[in-house]
């Protein structure tokens, strides 16, 4: 069955860096995009980042020139680097596929001094 691992979340300072991992299986990795999303608390859930299967990029202008998505197609994972942390990136990060149809159980990001 289909299965994403979300991993690296944590609590960081203002200007800190993480890194977020999703581990998939159950499917074909490389046939598909793959996404980051995030839900902040009383908020909607917010598009992040995609990365193609070609390994093109796309990122929400909130996140842009901080974080860097990539991928691994030998090791089925998807990450997500996150520099230059601000206290409005705390949220529960998410990654998916690209049909949006299959979720990972999400990893708490809380950035606070």
């Known amino acids: 069955q289909v299965q994403l691992v979300e991993s690296g979340g944590g609590l960081v300072q203002p200007g800190g860096s993480l890194r977020l991992s999703c581990a998939a299986s159950g499917f074909a990795f490389t046939l598909y995009d793959m996404r980051w999303y995030r839900q902040a608390p009383g908020k909607q859930r917010e598009w992040v980042a995609t990365?193609?299967?070609?390994?093109?990029?796309n990122y929400a202008d909130s996140v842009k020139g901080r974080f860097t998505i990539s991928r691994d197609n030998a090791k089925y994972t998807v990450s997500l680097q996150m520099n230059g942390l601000k206290p409005e990136d705390t949220a529960v990060y998410y990654c998916?596929?690209?049909?949006?149809?299959?979720w990972g159980q999400g990893t708490q990001v809380t950035v606070s001094s």
């Open positions: 998916c596929r690209g049909y949006e149809d299959y």
């Open positions: 990365i193609t299967t070609k390994g093109s990029t």
